[in-house]
């Protein structure tokens, strides 16, 4: 949305999205969003830009951190003015909260629903801009067009009528959103689903980093729902079996507001060794000591998540949690304008960009700080939306082979009706996401991983002998679940062919087998292409311009 609002300013959009702009999974986002306003505290860009890059285990791209940080300020008082209600001070200035890995209280809140304040806001803006900007609810993005190294529009379908469209356009910018749906534990939505990293891939484009994938230390048992890292930035305790503060062995200095990655691993560590909560895989996130008054103001819907799903009122209990698939680092390279690369010499595809969760810039490097990827999604929005806006003003529309284009989707719709196979593809996406939390989640190593893209491959010939039931046109959403599912699958052996090669432990890929960071051979961006032989990795420089690599300590 903050793309269009960019682009509407001169030109016309059309901004098309499988769901409504703001049932989009950032309205799920909860805790806040990374500004150093300084608040509360003394704060600088620089600090944000240093928390940032140590978060990140040094993989960030440091030109884009700068630029990115040094946006946010501008960000927030943009988002303020256009609507966005945010929680105050007692003086009235706009109040900020401590998140994990920040060295200073920057995260602007609007209570434990800031997602759905900044979704809202922006929502508003799109009406405004009715006249510029037409939205397509409900539509589904198949695949890109592109002629040599230049992108011309999408193909696309109405999911309520099943017709098939070709959408003309000088420019394409892709925001799809993360693929968290992969796991079977994750606080990602239903639409989360490695659509948009897919059909760049297809295109060509290499997927960058897609094996440091986040899991957050507080998701709902069993269910991967969040409970935003805010309940811990409140002041929350985590507690295992034994009722410890285990942090104090993981991060002394840091305790619950460690990096994620540092936090989902001691749970993991704990669970694993016995010590979660009566002999279970879960461990306790205590909320009591906070007092209802101040559950009731900062995570109102913390408490009522907890209530609605397993009857459990965190002023009184503590809430059982465990790690859960949150967010993906990796996705479509970029450069810090926002538009696509697809090579390791930073070679554009004319007229398409990205930005948000699909693109990898790269600001989070191997692990995203909370809060930083609101910020992530506003400023590049912005800044992919001033790209394509340049770009579309000096080009004419190109000529597009319709029906060639038409064609390929309405061949992989008669594909999935007429396939009569034998196999289940929900039975197949549910062994997907088991295999993708056991071999490939929080602990990983060679021989886990081995098994994985193995497994992963069986699934994918499976696919290809599945069954579907729904054979109507009208709403057939079976059918966009399996084109789906097709991408995951996909997008799942590209997770664990990566995770298998960087033999070493950064950020959130952990490898049990190799344990330290290798900054000698691994200080370095993976590229994953796709080729005639399958999946080929390559890999580029990391920007490095104002922190070398130091030891990560908490
Ligand atoms: C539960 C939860 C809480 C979070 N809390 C925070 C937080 O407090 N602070 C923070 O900074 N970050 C948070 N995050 C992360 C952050 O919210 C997301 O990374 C970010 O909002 C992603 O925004 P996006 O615009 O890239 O994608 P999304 O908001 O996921 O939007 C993707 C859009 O692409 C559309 N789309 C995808 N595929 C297709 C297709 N094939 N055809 C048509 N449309 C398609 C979807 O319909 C959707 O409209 C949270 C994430 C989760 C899951």
């Known amino acids: 949305m903050r793309a269009a609002i960019e682009v509407s300013k001169e030109l016309d959009v059309a901004l098309l999205t499988k769901v409504y702009p703001s049932r989009s999974h950032s309205g799920a986002a909860q805790g806040g969003i990374a500004a150093a306003l300084g608040n509360s505290e003394s704060d600088s860009w620089e600090e944000h830009m240093y928390d940032t890059v140590k978060g990140g285990d040094f993989l960030n791209d440091q030109d884009a951190v700068e630029e990115y940080v040094k946006s946010a300020p501008r960000i927030i008082y943009e988002l303020e003015h256009m609507g966005c209600v945010f929680s105050r001070t007692p003086e009235g200035k706009i109040a900020q909260r401590s998140f994990g890995g920040h060295s200073k209280p920057r995260a602007c809140f609007s209570a434990d629903r800031t997602g759905h304040a900044i979704l809202h806001a922006l929502h508003e803006q799109l009406m405004k801009q009715s006249k510029t900007i037409k939205i397509y609810n409900e539509w589904y993005m198949h695949s890109l067009i592109t002629e040599g190294n230049r992108c011309n529009g999408v193909v696309v379908s109405d999911i309520r009528t099943g017709a098939v469209e070709v959408m003309h356009a000088k420019a394409v910018i892709f925001c799809t959103g993360g693929y968290g749906r992969v796991f079977k534990i994750t606080t990602n939505a239903f639409a989360s689903t490695a659509d948009g990293v897919m059909a760049a891939f297809d295109a060509g484009v290499p997927m960058e980093d897609p094996e440091f994938v986040q899991f957050h230390p507080s998701g709902l048992y069993r269910q991967g729902i969040l409970f935003s890292e805010a309940a811990r930035g409140e002041g929350g305790y985590l507690l295992n079996g034994k009722g410890e503060r285990f942090m104090e062995k993981y991060a002394p200095s840091r305790m619950e507001l460690a990096p994620r ?197 069986k699934l994918q010939s499976r696919f290809k002998n599945g069954k579907v039931t729904d054979k109507g046109k009208l709403f057939n959403t079976e059918i966009y679940e399996i084109i789906e599912l097709g991408n995951m699958l996909r997008v799942a052996e590209i997770i664990a062919v990566a995770a298998l090669a960087r033999n070493e432990s950064r950020g959130g890929h952990y490898r049990t087998d190799f344990p330290k960071r290798d900054d000698v051979d691994f200080l370095k961006h993976t590229l994953v292409h796709g080729s005639e032989e399958g999946l080929e990795l390559k890999y580029k420089p990391v920007v490095i311009t104002k922190h070398q690599p130091a030891e990560r300590t908490y």
Request: glycine share 10%; proline share 3%.
């Open 261 to 457: 990655d540092i936090v989902a691993r001691a749970e993991q560590s704990e669970i694993d060794e016995g010590r979660g909560v009566n002999g279970e895989d879960y461990i306790h996130l205590d909320l009591r000591h906070l007092g209802e008054a101040r559950i009731m103001e900062r995570l109102p819907q913390i408490r009522q998540l907890g209530i609605d799903f397993i009857s459990v009122d965190c002023v009184k209990d503590p809430l059982p949690i465990q790690p859960t698939a949150h967010y993906s680092m990796g996705g479509i390279p970029t450069n810090k304008f926002g538009q696509v690369i697809v090579d390791g010499e930073g070679t554009k595809m004319e007229g398409f960009f990205a930005a948000g969760e699909c693109a990898c810039v790269s600001v989070h490097g191997a692990n995203r700080l909370g809060t930083n990827s609101l910020l992530d999604a506003t400023v590049f929005g912005e800044r992919s939306g001033k790209s394509a806006l340049e770009y579309a003003k000096t080009v004419d529309f190109a000529k597009v082979n319709e029906g060639r284009e038409k064609t390929k989707v309405l061949k992989l719709f008669e594909d999935i009706f007429q396939r009569d196979g034998t196999e289940s593809y929900n039975q197949i996406r549910d062994e997907m996401k088991v295999e993708m939390m056991k071999n490939c989640g929080v602990f990983r190593d060679d021989e886990k991983l081995k098994v994985c893209i193995d497994n992963i491959k």
